[in-house]
């Protein structure tokens, strides 16, 4: 450092030498004292910028002195009358103001601070040297009030260019100083008390010579006259800023004390700190020590607030490698970084001792934090038994709001009931002397009159030498704990009163499915006397069997996957399972199986089986669900048509019978809501709505005929009746329920028709017979009778005539004979019953007029069958006679297994029709009440065929 | 002279013996007829003192021709039957005939009877 600063030294000496001799040769040379003051000015700066070098060698500001004197000797070759030196003189005649404001921005270690800084420091070097030598350039006589003053080396001669120029420089220089007047002053306002007494004088100086500095070159600018003063005024300011510098780095010098007279403080006694805070010149000092990662002060609280305030430094105290503590100081004591050292070094020790302090006491304030916050109770007891100390909590289980109650006072005086003493106070001297770490529990009524539960433990605390110093006892106010578990211990046992009595089953299971034991812990579980009452076993059975084995089938697993739900935690579904009884009964009950908790915490989870007898419901149901089906399949099935419908004659949904949809043609969907009135039964039927109404009233009605029409029309004749129901919901219907007639009836006015026809017949023949006696025997009997009286009247008279009257008699007699006996073969021929079929067939032929073939059966049939054979021939053979203009006719009478048939057979005209003739119809009526059968082929032309089938059975025949 | 009768009924064999009762009692029989419409027409042509009259004709009752020839003045109608009176009720007096003779119980004073 010595080297640099003699060096800078000489330098500058040579500097000035060389201006000397320029001035000494100059020939504009000013007045003496303008040269004087010029140098004086210079060598100001050089002698403060040395000094500066040798008291603060780390800072540039002596540097830059140096710089700012030999610049401003450079400008001295202005009065050089040579060219070149007086061009140089000029262009570099205002660079000097560079350093000085270099300086002032970067004071005290001349160090610029960031970046505005520096790009305004650029800004100003380049405009102090690039005006100046424009200037030069292009301005050969740039000072025109130098008579003796060479032209510069100038390229060439533009006065208004220059000029322009120089108001743009000025310009320029204007804002450059307004802008450093503005920062220097926030920078000042910025700065704590200290560091303004250091800035102070520096800034104070520069600004105001540079304020004045422009305002007279301004003014000189415009009153020429005052130039010449202006430039010494110029050069007088700028010599006295140094000075300026030289105060401020003084400053940071002077109020610093010195090693020496720190230790002195400290040797004297008084606090570390203080000392400090006076050696280094800092009130605000502060001094703060690591404690593990945090900073803390000395008595081990936590100092971040103090290490982060503002405008303040952490300085770190190092000592054997180790940061023992840190000072926060004001940002300025920065500057002396050396004396701070020096200061801090020889506080070394002392304040690692202060730290360690700082360390204890830290980790003390934590453990008492700890201890206090705790809600644990913690008391410390002497070997004696009387409590040194305690925390909160314990003063309060105690049932005081004051400590004063509890330390000093034998603990078995505060914690332990009258009753309780004696022994604990015996148990106590019993661990003495060892005092060994031990538990107990015990209750206790307080000051206060509360019970309390508190479990302590307590453990002894050692000297060094293994002594007992004191036991520390840690408790548990366990007193909420005890209530609750006897709170527990009642719910319990409302809760398996409950489950006992309850009517619902209740069965508890392992996990496994095992019906667990009665529990000498909790007696309740296992099973409740509902279910025990329901499958009626006694304990021993079912006790670690498993539930399953009581339900009788389980084939798709529902029972087990329910149990096993409940092992796995949740809850099942409901499921129906049939339990056997003891008594080899079974019952159906609905249950479900959740997973419950074992309060006795043995095991971790049990499966609680609930559930409801419902055997005689389901068993209802099955009867309900029988009887419904039977009922179903019943109405499916009977051929009688039923229907349900609604009280306002609609029919109702479901409420037709398949007999009912088959015959009528109607679905049941077509047909609800139709009305059974109008849409089966005609509309216009009264009587149907009558009865229809009347069953809604309720009352049964009698079976009446109606038509009932199908879906297409057709009626059909439908016997029925109608009668208040009850249908399965409860609600009021009327049930209609009819038998389909049409074909009874038909075949009833068929028989009717039939046997009228018959009477008819009956009546007719008789009727026949009644003329064909009145006109025949009876007319000839009368003739007869008239005859006889004449005779006998005749012969009174002795009149001739009797003879031929009584031979007219006697041949009218025959002729009735004959027409009576005619007669009587007319209505059953004798030879019929006398001799049968056969014969009565060749008397039939004989008296017919065409030739007939027979042929006939020999065995006798039955004289019914014989007699419709019989009378079949002779109509057919009357009709032949009558109307087939036959020539021949066969009859052949034949037996078929169970039927006779009877055929008749001519070759006549043919075209018989049946239905005309009653004598076919006659037959007909004769052959259907033997369930006989007629049948006429008779095709025009073609001959007729007359053809009967009597039926006979085994039974008839004799 | 002796009264004329015309006999209709369709017995030839009583008409026969009928006349010859007549005959014999003293009538003369100048017509036969055997139907009720050629009766008739006989009766208006002919105008019998009296008519034997058959109840049952062919073609109508006797109690029609009866009714018929109620326009027919002077002649008796009586009528006859095979059958007993007490089947006819009171048509015989409503028919307008003066009565009525079984077949069987016919004589030549019996039919003189209803001839005023």
Not at chain 1, 62 to 84: E, F, H, K, N, Y
Not at chain 1, 253 to 274: I, K, N, Q, W, Y
Request: charged share 25%; hydrophobic share 45%; net charge negative.
């Amino acid at each position: 450092m010595r080297s640099s600063v003699a060096l800078a030294g000489a330098g500058s000496g040579i500097v000035f030498a060389l201006a000397l001799v320029v001035v000494g040769t100059s020939d504009t040379a000013d007045s003496p004292v303008a040269i004087t003051v010029a140098v004086l000015a210079g060598v100001s700066w050089i002698v403060a910028g040395l000094i500066a070098l040798m008291r603060y060698p780390e800072y540039r500001t002596g540097w830059l002195m140096i710089a700012a004197g030999d610049l401003w000797a450079i400008s001295a070759l202005q009065l050089s009358s040579v060219p070149l030196l007086f061009t140089l003189g000029v262009a570099l005649g205002q660079v000097a103001l560079g350093p000085w404001i270099q300086l002032t921005m970067g004071f005290p270690e001349g160090r610029l601070r960031n970046r505005v800084d520096r790009a305004l420091v650029m800004t100003t070097y380049v405009a102090l040297i690039a005006v100046p030598t424009f200037e030069a350039l292009f301005d050969p006589e740039p000072l025109p009030s130098c008579d003796g003053c060479p032209d510069t080396l100038a390229i060439a001669d533009r006065p208004t260019a220059v000029s322009a120029v120089a108001v743009l420089g000025g310009l320029l220089a204007a804002a450059l100083a307004a802008i450093y007047i503005v920062r220097l002053v926030r920078r000042y306002q910025a700065a704590s008390p200290p560091l303004r007494r250091i800035l102070g004088p520096v800034y104070v100086a520069t600004v105001g010579a540079l304020l004045a500095i422009i305002a007279m070159n301004t003014a000189s600018l415009v009153w020429e006259s005052s130039r010449q003063i202006a430039a010494i005024v110029t050069v007088v300011l700028f010599g006295a800023v140094p000075v300026a510098f030289l105060v401020g780095l003084l400053r940071i010098h002077l109020a610093r004390g010195s090693v020496a007279g720190f230790l002195g403080t400290m040797r004297e006694g008084g606090s570390l700190r203080d000392a400090l805070a006076d050696t280094l010149g800092d009130p605000s000092l502060a001094i703060v020590y690591p404690l593990e990662s945090r900073w803390v002060d000395e008595e081990g609280r936590d100092a971040e607030r103090i290490v982060s305030a503002e405008d303040t430094i952490l300085t770190p105290v190092v000592a054997d490698g180790e940061i023992v503590a840190g000072l926060v100081h004001d940002v300025s004591l920065a500057y002396d970084s050396t004396r701070l050292e020096a200061v801090a070094d020889a506080a070394a020790l002392a304040l690692r001792a202060q730290g360690l302090q700082a360390e204890a006491r830290g980790q003390f304030a934590f453990l008492l934090t700890l201890v206090e916050t705790a809600p644990s109770l913690f008391i410390h007891v002497g070997a004696d038994g009387v409590i040194r100390n305690q925390n909160a909590a314990a003063v309060e289980a105690a049932g005081y709001s004051d400590e004063e109650h509890v330390r000093g006072r034998h603990f078995w005086d505060v914690f332990i009931d009258p009753s309780e003493r004696d022994e604990v106070i015996a148990r106590f001297r019993a661990l003495a002397p060892t005092f060994e770490q031990g538990e107990y529990e015990n209750a206790f009524t307080n000051a206060r009159g509360e019970e309390r539960v508190i479990f302590w433990r307590s453990a002894p605390v050692l000297t060094e030498s293994g002594e007992v110093a004191g036991i520390i006892s840690g408790g548990i106010d366990i007193t909420a704990r005890r209530h609750h578990e006897l709170e527990l211990e009642r719910e319990r046992d409302v809760q398996s009163t409950v489950f006992e009595s309850m009517p619902s089953i209740m069965v508890v299971l392992a996990p496994d499915g095992t019906i667990r034991d009665r529990d000498a812990d909790d007696p309740s579980i296992g099973a409740n006397r509902a279910f025990r009452e329901a499958v009626s076993w006694p304990d021993e059975e079912i006790v670690g069997r498993p539930f399953l084995d009581l339900v009788v089938e389980d084939a798709d697993g529902r029972a087990r996957g329910a149990i096993a739900a409940a092992a796995r935690g949740e809850a099942s579904e409901t499921v129906e399972s049939e339990l056997r009884s003891a008594d080899g009964t079974s019952r159906i009950f609905a249950w479900s199986a959740i997973p419950v908790a074992d309060v006795t915490g043995r095991m971790e989870r049990l499966v609680l089986v609930s559930g409801i007898d419902v055997t005689e419901r389901r068993r209802q149901e099955l009867e309900d669900r029988r009887r419904r089906e039977f009922m179903e399949a019943v109405t499916g099935t009977i051929p009688s048509f039923l229907l349900v419908l609604r009280p306002d004659g609609t029919v109702r949904e479901f409420g037709a019978n398949k007999a009912f949809e088959t015959t009528f043609g109607w679905s049941d969907a077509e047909i609800a809501g139709r009305r059974f009135v109008g849409a089966i039964t005609p509309a216009s039927d009264l009587a149907a709505s009558m009865v229809i109404a009347k069953a809604a009233e309720g009352v049964i009605q009698d079976e009446i005929e109606s038509r009932w029409e199908t879906r297409t029309g057709e009626s059909r004749i439908v016997a029925w009746s109608a009668r208040p129901v009850m249908d399965t919901h409860g609600e009021h219907m009327v049930l209609v329920s009819g038998m389909d007639v049409t074909t009874r009836r038909l075949q009833e006015e068929e028989i009717r028709a039939s046997r009228s026809r018959i009477v008819a017949a009956a009546d007719e023949a008789r009727r026949r017979l009644e003329r064909d006696l009145h006109d025949g025997a009876q007319q000839r009997l009368v003739s007869l009778s008239v005859m006889l009286s004449l005779a006998e009247s005749r012969l009174q008279a002795g009149s001739d005539g009797v003879g031929e009257l009584l031979t007219g008699a006697r041949s009218e007699l025959s002729l009735a004979l004959e027409e009576l006996r005619e007669l009587a073969r007319g209505i059953h021929p004798a030879v019929l019953t006398d001799r049968g079929l056969g014969p009565a067939l060749q008397a039939l032929a004989a008296r017919t007029p065409i030739p007939v073939s027979l042929e006939f059966p020999d065995e006798k049939l039955p004289s019914d069958v014989e007699a419709a054979a019989y009378f079949v021939a002779a109509e057919a053979l009357t009709n032949v006679v009558k109307y087939a203009h036959a020539s021949e006719a066969a009859v052949e009478i034949a037996l078929n297994g169970e039927s006779v048939s009877v055929s008749v057979r001519d070759d006549g005209i043919g075209g018989a029709d049946p239905g005309k003739g009653s004598g076919l119809r006659g037959l007909s009526d004769r052959l259907s009440s033997l369930d006989g059968r007629l049948a006429v082929q008779s095709a025009p032309g073609g001959g007729t065929c007359v053809r009967a089938e009597i039926p006979y059975g085994q039974a008839t025949r004799n | 002279m002796p009264p004329t009768v015309v006999i209709v009924d369709d017995h030839p064999s009583f008409r026969a013996s009928a006349r010859a009762m007549l005959e014999a009692s003293g009538f003369e029989v100048i017509g036969e007829a055997t139907d009720g419409s050629s009766g008739l027409e006989l009766l208006r042509r002919l105008r019998p003192d009296v008519v034997l009259l058959d109840v049952q004709l062919p073609d109508m009752s006797g109690f029609d021709v009866c009714v018929e020839c109620g326009d027919v003045d002077g002649t008796s109608v009586v009528l006859v039957s095979s059958r007993d009176g007490a089947d006819f009720g009171d048509l015989i007096e409503r028919c307008g005939a003066r009565g009525f003779i079984p077949k069987a119980d016919l004589t030549g004073e019996a039919v003189a009877a209803f001839v005023p």
